[in-house]
């Protein structure tokens, strides 16, 4: 993930690579899987900054040292299980948006699946033009041109 140094705000990329020291954090467990702390120093200034993994969320928790960089996917991501969740909760609730709700997915589905036709069927009519049909036409155009400017 991307963050930034405090103290001499660096910005430190995924994939950049630097060393770092392990250690198994004490008394946080997560289904069963230990959670590590990672201490590392920032490659300019040389500061410190520790990170924990977060196997909740397949990702990290900056602790200290750093500030994390917005991320778009990360929220666009949560945004959409907030709304799986709410739709489940309206369909346990309603009996009727679970019928609407199948109504407009199966509307989706159905144009999705007309659009793939379609794409199919221009696919189809492309792949019946001859190309080299039409690169022989063009050659004797070419040909017929210069017989016509050399006469």
Known sequence: ???RCKTCGEYIYKGKKFNARKETVQNEVYLGLPIFRFYIK???CLAEITFKTDPENTDYTMEHGAT???QAEKL???EEKRMQKEREEEELNNPMKVLEN???DSKLEMEVLENLQELKELNQRQANVDFE???RQYKEYEEEQKRREQE
């Open 1 to 3: 993930f991307f963050f």
């Open 42 to 44: 920032c490659t300019r």
């Open 68 to 70: 994390r960089n917005f």
């Open 76 to 78: 666009l991501e949560e």
């Open 102 to 104: 199948r109504t407009k």
């Open 133 to 135: 049909a039409m690169l």
